[in-house]
């Protein structure tokens, strides 16, 4: 068996089972560069240290800062039986997560290409900003990349978070921007439903996988979890003309339930209309390195690259007025990218831990959906001037993108806060194309 020769010294040694990846999908590997890493290290031996930063001050938990393609590639070495002694590491100082999610950035190394789906998760991760980096450079291929800062950004921007988002809204008020209403209530209550009208839902249930949404519970049991579509799903059904459509978007991890969710709608009178996948450019949760951190059968943990759309009518659909069609729906499965899906959300609260779970509340809300998805939806299953209505909306996406479509929006929304944060979105957003916006709280002029 041929043994790697080590040519270097470092602060101590680490094997290569127990050096962890956290970088996601912040670089990729090509082939060709693959075999030129693994080239130069027969050649030249393994001649610089893994950079690591032990979190907690736990100096078993190896997490690479510095030279992941090279772990990379002398794991597939080993595999075609190279032996891999021990590896020099040098630790790297590093007071938070966030701190060494900066530093693998700034030391990113000449092998790998940067995805930049994958440079903004890695960076949501870690709740830093483009504004947050100073520089990088990277080569690729020959051609150096530089990235010297943020163009465009301004003060304000620097300074868009929640803290700086007044608190106004109450359970059960109402909110008008430009004839879009958007109730502050439970999804489960009808008194925050039209009573019809509706001419599409577009919406995005909770995952129940324990995102740390605002007053929510994401952590139900099977039971209570499908207790709350069925009661969302009926409510729904009341508010909508016949013939027309809900799209229901949602996860495919084992706590979603997805597979008993088409029972559940079909029970409650509702017709299966047919489903897509959207396939997302990027992983918003990566996993597989769970795998690749411990290779033994049966611990499979692959990268959620999908989610589900399904569609369901009130009856028989009902076809309507002529629409521009969007060809993103001229097959089942469509790609969308989540990138840049949260660059207009406000920073949110610090947080800790390494979860990804815990790590996305930086953001001012934990799972946004880029305007682009329910956009595809409502441009061909509504016609201008008709109804869209979102029992969860959140932070505001589906109203922008009805606003974009000349349709009106129904939002409901739980919390407050959420409530909040969607006035100061969207009214960002207006005044951001130039479009003049009025905003009435419960009735009366608000000046956001």
């Known amino acids: 068996m041929k043994e790697i020769k080590i040519s270097c010294q470092g602060a101590g040694l680490a094997s290569l089972d127990d050096l962890i990846i956290i970088q996601g999908n912040f670089k990729t590997l090509s082939k060709s560069s693959a075999e030129k890493l693994k080239n130069s290290i027969l050649q030249e031996g393994f001649a610089d240290p893994i950079r690591i930063w032990t979190s907690g001050g736990n100096m078993k938990k190896h997490n690479i800062i510095d030279g992941t393609q090279r772990i990379i590639v002398l794991k597939q070495m080993r595999d075609d039986g190279y032996k891999i002694p021990a590896l020099p590491v040098d630790y790297i100082e590093a007071k938070s997560r966030k ?16 995805s930049i789906v994958g440079l903004d998760e890695l960076m949501a991760a870690g709740g830093i900003k483009y ?20 163009k465009g950004e301004t003060e304000d921007d620097d300074e868009y978070s929640i803290k700086n988002i007044k608190a106004v809204v109450s359970d059960g008020d109402r909110i008008e921007i430009n004839g879009h209403i958007v109730v502050c209530g439970d999804s489960t209550d009808g008194g925050s439903y039209p009573s019809g009208g509706v001419d599409l ?62 029972n559940v709608i079909g029970s409650i009178g509702m017709e299966f209309y047919r489903q897509y996948v959207w396939k997302k450019a990027g992983v918003p949760v990566p996993s597989f390195y769970r795998t690749e951190n411990k290779a033994v059968a049966r611990n499979i943990h692959s990268n959620y690259t999908h989610e589900m759309v399904l569609i369901f009518s009130n009856g028989a659909m009902d076809h309507g007025g002529g ?10 499965v469509f790609e969308i990218g989540k990138a840049g899906s949260t660059v207009d959300i406000p920073a949110g609260d610090s947080v800790s831990g390494d979860s990804n779970l815990d790590t996305r509340a930086a953001k001012g809300h934990p799972a946004v959906f880029p305007v682009e998805l329910p ?34 929006c129904i939002g409901i929304e739980k919390s407050p806060r959420y409530c909040d944060i969607l006035i100061s979105r969207v009214v960002r957003w207006y005044r951001k194309n130039d479009i003049s916006v009025k905003v009435k709280l419960n009735g009366k002029a608000y000046s956001a």
């Open 99 to 114: 701190e060494a999610i900066r530093k693998i950035i700034a030391l990113s190394s000449q092998f790998g290409d940067i």
């Open 131 to 150: 504004v947050d980096i100073e520089s990088f450079e990277q080569l690729t291929d020959g051609k150096r990349i530089k990235w010297s800062g943020p």
């Open 375 to 408: 956009e595809v939806f409502i441009q061909n299953y509504t016609a201008k001037g008709e109804t869209v209505l979102d029992p969860f909306i959140g932070t505001g996406s589906t109203l922008i993108a009805s606003e974009k479509l000349g349709r009106k």
């Open 323 to 332: 629409i521009n069609i969007n060809f993103k729906l001229q097959h089942d």
């Open 201 to 262: 839902v577009f919406t995005s249930p909770p995952y129940n996988v324990g995102l740390k949404y605002e007053g929510t519970n994401d952590n139900l049991t099977k039971a209570q979890y499908l207790e709350m579509v069925a009661a969302v799903v009926g409510l729904c059904k009341g508010s909508m003309e016949q013939g027309r459509a809900l799209a229901w978007n949602i996860g495919v991890s084992p706590k979603t339930y997805h597979g008993d969710q088409y």
